[in-house]
C-alpha cells in the first residue's frame, strides 16, 4: 500500500488581483495554443466547422467583461489551500504563467461545458451556465483544419471516442507538458468528473511512443487557427437570401401576412417547425452526376448518383421530407446508437426513390454524417417507417452497400456505383465458393438471406464485393447484415511473421481468414443492431497445447462502431473436428481501445481441459509480450508469449505480463 505524506495545513495565501490587461496580454501571447486546446476537448460530434468556430469562442469568451474590476479578478487556486499536488503542478508552472493558467483553466471549464449540456439545448452553444454570445460568426463560409494523414485520423477517431475530460487530460499532458498530478489538479477545478480516471485512460490513447503522439497532436489537422475554407451551399443561401428578402417585404406590408404565411409554410399538421423551407422542397435536393464516382478522390456516399424509377415523384419525395422533420405517430422511427433523427438543416443529397418488394422507398445522405431510409407501403394497412443510421467518414467498403428493403428472413441492398462484382457466400461455409448474386440495373440485389437472430447458428450470409478497377481499387470485401442500414465489413489481421513488423487488417477473403471467421462467425450476433462499422478478427497468438503438442490460436474480434467506442471479443479456437466448431469466448470487453491501433498489446487466459482429464490455465499475450506470470491460487510463470501450467477447475488466478519494451499488462476479463 502507497504511503501518503501527512498534508500539512496552512493559512491560505493572500489573494493576488489578476488585471484584465494581463488576462488579455495572455491570451493574445497564447491563443493558438488555448484554441487548440480548446479543439481537441471539444465534442468532435461537432463537426469539425462549428468545433473551429467554438473553439475560437471559447478562448475568446474566456476574456473577463469590461465591467471585470481589476481587485475581482484572481486566480482561482491562489484563494484556497491547495493540496500537495495542485502545489506541485503551481510551482512547474512558475509565478509567470499564472494569468496564462487561469485564462486556460476558463477555456477549459468552457469546451467541458459543451459535452455537459443538456440533449434540449441548442447544439451551437454550451449548457446555460456557460451561456455567451457563440462569436465568431462566419457566413457563407465552412472552416476545416488542413488534413492530415492515416496516422492523424486515427488518432482523431480514437479521440472522438473518449469523454471531454479524457481528451482534455491528453491535450493537458502532450501539448501544455502538464504532469499527471497537475492535470488531476487542473481537471478537478475545471469540474470534471473522475480526473484521476480521465488520466489513467488519456494515457492509453495514442501510439506507444508519446513523442511520436505529441507531433501528431500538434499537427495541422488539430489547429483551428490554420484553417481552410469551403463555401457553403450556393443553392441554399440563394434560397435563403430569396426568403429573407420576401419576409423582410411582407413584414415591411404587414406583420400578419408574415405569420400567416410562416404558419402556411408550417403545412397544417406543423411539418417543416423549425426547419429551413428549402430543406423540405424536393426541388432543392442534391443529386450527383452518374459518373461522378470515378471522378472524384472522395469515394463515400457524396458520390452515390440517384437512382429509382420515382426519383422524380416531386409527392413522394415531399411526403417523406415532411415525415422526417416531423413524424406523425403513425410513422415507425428507428436509429442506431447515438445517431441523431431530428430533421434536416439544409437539402439532403437524394440517394434512391422506388419501389421495392411493394414498398415506396426513398433513401437520403444527410451531410456526410447519416443515411435516413423513408418507407411506405404502396397498398393495405401499416404506417410508414424512419430509419437513421450515421456513416460519417465512410469508405469504399463501408459506403458500399445499403440496406433497402427487409422482407421477413431476406434482404436487399442497394450498392455503390463502383461496385463491380457482386456475390454471397456462407462464412460457415469456408471452403465453398460464393455465388454470383442478381443485380438490377439501378443497383437493388437481389433478396439475400439474412443471418438468424436466434435459435440455432448455421449459416451465415455475407456479400462478398469487388471494387471497380475504374477507382484503381479492384479488390473483393466482404460485408454482412447485423441488423443497420450500413453493413458492417469484415476484416482479417494474421499474426506477424518473427522478427516482422505488426501486419494492419486486411480483407477477409483468403483461406485463413475465412476459416478464422468459419468459427467466429455466430459470435456476431451479440453486436446485431450496435450500429457497427466494422469487425475486425486479429490472430494475436499461436500456443502450443500441453500433452500431445497440438496448437491452438487466440483471435481478438474487435467491433467498430460508427459513434467510436469499440466492443473486444477474445476467443480460443481449440483443436476441432469441424472447420466451423465454434470458438470459445474468453473475455469481452465494451468501450475500450484494445485490438486497436491504439492498443496494440494484449493477454488473455483461460482454464482449458486436456484429453486426459487435466485441467490447465492457459495464457497468451500479443507479440510484445516477453513474460507471462500467474498468481493467486495458481503459481507459474513463463518467458514468452504464452503460458501452460497445472491448476484446479475454475482456480482463481491473476494473470500479468511483461513486455519488451518495458511496461506491465493484466488479462483483460
Known sequence: MPIHQPQHRSAAAPRQPLGVQQAEAALVEHYPRLVRLAYVVLPPALGRHRRVLAAHGAVQRALPGPRSAPDRVRVPAQSRRRSPEAEGAARAEGPESAPYAWMRLRVLRTALAYERRPRWWPGRLPAPAALRPALPVVWGLRLFPRAGGVDELALDR????????????????????????????????????????????????????????????????????????????????????????????????????????????????????????????????????????????????????????????GELLGRALRAWSAPPGTVRVSATPETADGPPAQPPRLLFAGEVDGAAVVLFHDGGVRVVRYAEPLSGGGGAALDFARTDDADVTTAAAVVVNRTGAKARFLLAPWVSETTTRDLLAPDTPGRPLEVGPDGITAPVERPAAGGGCDVWPVLQLRSSERIVENHAFLVTDLGDLAPAHLTYTPQPGRGAPARQPREATGPEALGAWARTACSLRALSGSGVRAVNNWAFAEQKLPEGGARAEWLCTRADTWRGPGRVLVQFLQPAASPTAPAAVVADRDDTALCSRFGQHILAGTHWKAASGRWYVLAAGSRAVDRIEATGQVQGAAGGPTLAVRAPRDASVQLTAGLRGGGTLTAVR
Open 158 to 313: 480514437a479521440l472522438s471516442g473518449v469523454p471531454g475530460a479524457v481528451r482534455a487530460a491528453f491535450a493537458l499532458q502532450l501539448l501544455d507538458g502538464l504532469p499527471e498530478s497537475g492535470v488531476r489538479a487542473l481537471l478537478a477545478e475545471a469540474g470534471a468528473d473522475d480526473p484521476a480516471g480521465a488520466v489513467r485512460r488519456a494515457a492509453r490513447l495514442g501510439s506507444p511512443d508519446r513523442a511520436a503522439t505529441q507531433v501528431l497532436l500538434r499537427s495541422g489537422e488539430f489547429d483551428p487557427c490554420t484553417v481552410q475554407t469551403r463555401p457553403s451551399d450556393l443553392l441554399r443561401r440563394r434560397h435563403r437570401m430569396r426568403a429573407v428578402a420576401l419576409a423582410a417585404a411582407l413584414c415591411v406590408v404587414a406583420g400578419t401576412l408574415a405569420v400567416a404565411a410562416e404558419k402556411g409554410a408550417r403545412g397544417p399538421d406543423g411539418a417543416g417547425a423549425g426547419v429551413s423551407v428549402p430543406a423540405l422542397d424536393p426541388a432543392a435536393l442534391l443529386r450527383t452526376a452518374a459518373e461522378q464516382w470515378a471522378d472524384t478522390s472522395r469515394i463515400d456516399f457524396t458520390a452515390w448518383p440517384v437512382r429509382g424509377d420515382r426519383r422524380d415523384d
